[in-house]
Structures are given as structure tokens and as C-alpha cells.
């Protein structure tokens, strides 16, 4: 079993930072690729941004160049900073991660898990 836990997300007015984290906890072999995606009501999930094991990341064009997602592999970690956030990037945030899990016998299983959400709320 994997949990994700993650934390950061608050309230804040136009024009400033955030940072997100998501730590992975559990029986984890290894992590492949770790994302961060956001739901606002009434609106449809979006991929905000994708970071692969090798480094390589993937943006949505709503947030290219204010958002820098980022991993510490050794911690099980990934995080997204959020800078120049706008009213319309008020969200719930999820975290995600492909993850191999140790199984008993020692078989490997590849499993999506998600985080529990954090609410981010940019005001005018």
C-alpha cells in the first residue's frame, strides 16, 4: 500500500508563491513518473505538470514559465512551485505517481496512486 501526502496549498493574494509537496510513503520499489494536476469547480481536471525519473517535464501552457515542478527521488518526493499565481489557478491540487510496489514473494506491481488534495486559493 502507497500514500501520498501533500501540503503547501493555502490562501494568497495575486502576484505571489506557493510551493506544493507530495511525499510518497509506503512499500515503494521505485517511481516512475510524478505529476500534479488541479480541478476548480465546475471545470474539467487538467495536467498541470509531468516529471519523469530521468528529469524531463511536461507543462500545460496555462502555467509555463510561473510554475517549476520538480523531485528529490531520494525522498520520495516531488513539488511544484507556484510563482505569479493568477485568480484562475485556484484549484484543488493532486499529486500523482506511478509507482512499483513490493508485493509478497517478491513480485513488483506498476499502480497509479493519487494524493488527497490541497486546496490552493488565489484572491484578487
Known amino acids: 500500500q502507497v500514500q501520498l501526502v501533500e501540503s503547501g496549498g493555502g490562501l494568497v493574494q495575486a502576484g505571489r508563491s506557493l510551493r506544493l509537496s507530495c511525499a510518497a510513503s509506503?512499500?515503494?520499489?521505485?517511481?516512475?513518473?510524478m505529476g500534479w494536476y488541479r480541478q476548480a469547480p465546475g471545470k474539467q481536471q487538467e495536467l498541470v505538470a509531468t516529471?519523469?525519473?530521468?528529469?524531463?517535464?511536461h507543462y500545460a501552457d496555462s502555467v509555463k514559465g510561473r510554475f517549476t515542478i520538480s523531485r528529490d527521488s531520494a525522498k520520495n518526493t516531488v513539488y511544484l512551485q507556484m510563482n505569479s499565481l493568477k485568480p484562475e489557478d485556484t484549484a484543488v491540487y493532486y499529486c500523482?505517481?506511478?509507482?512499483?510496489?513490493?508485493?509478497?514473494?517478491?513480485?513488483?506491481?506498476?499502480?497509479?496512486?493519487w494524493g488527497q488534495g490541497t486546496q490552493v486559493t488565489v484572491s484578487s
Open positions: 516529471i519523469t525519473s530521468g528529469g524531463s517535464t
Open positions: 509506503g512499500s515503494i520499489f521505485s517511481i516512475n513518473d
Open positions: 500523482n505517481a506511478h509507482v512499483l510496489t513490493a508485493q509478497p514473494m517478491g513480485v513488483l506491481t506498476a499502480d497509479d496512486y
